[in-house]
T-cell receptor
Framework: GQSLEQPSEVTAVEGAIVQINCTYQTSGFYGLSWYQQHDGGAPTFLSYNALDGLEETGRFSSFLSRSDSYGYLLLQELQMKDSASYFC??????????FGGGTRLMVKP | DGGITQSPKYLFRKEGQNVTLSCEQN?????MYWYRQDPGQGLRLIYY???????QKGDIAEGYSVSREKKESFPLTVTSAQKNPTAFYLC???????????FGPGTRLTVL
């Protein structure tokens, strides 16, 4: 079977840095993706890590350690518009994604 | 503009009725997917299709059916056999072998 664990909720203040962790157990692994979803909206792709290390895209960075079955999403210089749910997802063979339960991020002024 | 469209945005259905949710994409993607999302939960895969006229069951296919007669279209039918169909349904697509899935705006289905 496959399972992903991530915190259900995180709260931070505007301008701060927040890290959302994700641990996974999977029978097939090609990489770890992160998606953002605002309330009532569609998930949108943020980042993808196939290899160990840090990937940076603007204010967002994502890290993967395949040996530890662990990754995280780092959000810097938090803005109010970053309030959303963030999902980690394991990429399996054939473009397939298995999603975690999501982390609801609340950014306060 | 390229993208994925789903219709309708909100759908109400009486218990015991079948209902079909539309998903169309003009991204020329080969692969398409249907997910179900319950409040405060992650996405669970219902069905996926890698190519026209072929589709595979996902983790929660019971009570659902799909067709893939055209590359652009992947409709999902929620049948009366689905015991708890009230949920948010999301359609997605990707290129073959791609790392990224692109999602439509979703259809919120409520069974009365």
């Amino acid at each position: 079977g496959q399972s992903l664990e991530q915190p259900s909720e995180v709260t931070a203040v505007e301008g701060a840095i927040v890290q959302i962790n994700c641990t996974y157990q999977t029978s097939g692994f090609y990489g770890l993706s992160w998606y953002q979803q605002h309330d009532g909206g569609a998930p949108t792709f943020l980042s993808y890590n196939a290899l160990d290390g840090l990937e940076e895209t603007g204010r967002f960075s994502s890290f993967l350690s395949r040996s530890d079955s662990y990754g995280y999403l780092l959000l810097q210089e938090l803005q109010m518009k970053d309030s959303a749910s963030y999902f980690c997802a394991v990429n399996n063979a054939g473009n397939m994604l298995t999603f975690g339960g999501g982390t609801r991020l609340m950014v306060k002024p | 503009d390229g993208g994925i469209t789903q219709s309708p945005k909100y759908l109400f259905r009486k218990e015991g009725q079948n209902v079909t949710l539309s998903c169309e994409q003009n991204l020329n993607h080969d692969a398409m997917y249907w997910y179900r999302q319950d409040p405060g939960q992650g996405l669970r895969l219902i069905y996926y299709s890698q190519i026209v006229n072929d589709f595979q069951k996902g983790d929660i296919a019971e009570g659902y059916s799909v067709s893939r007669e055209k590359k652009e279209s992947f409709p999902l039918t929620v049948t009366s056999a689905q015991k708890n169909p009230t949920a948010f349904y999301l359609c997605a697509s990707s290129i073959e072998g791609g790392d990224t899935q692109y999602f439509g705006p979703g259809t919120r289905l409520t069974v009365l």
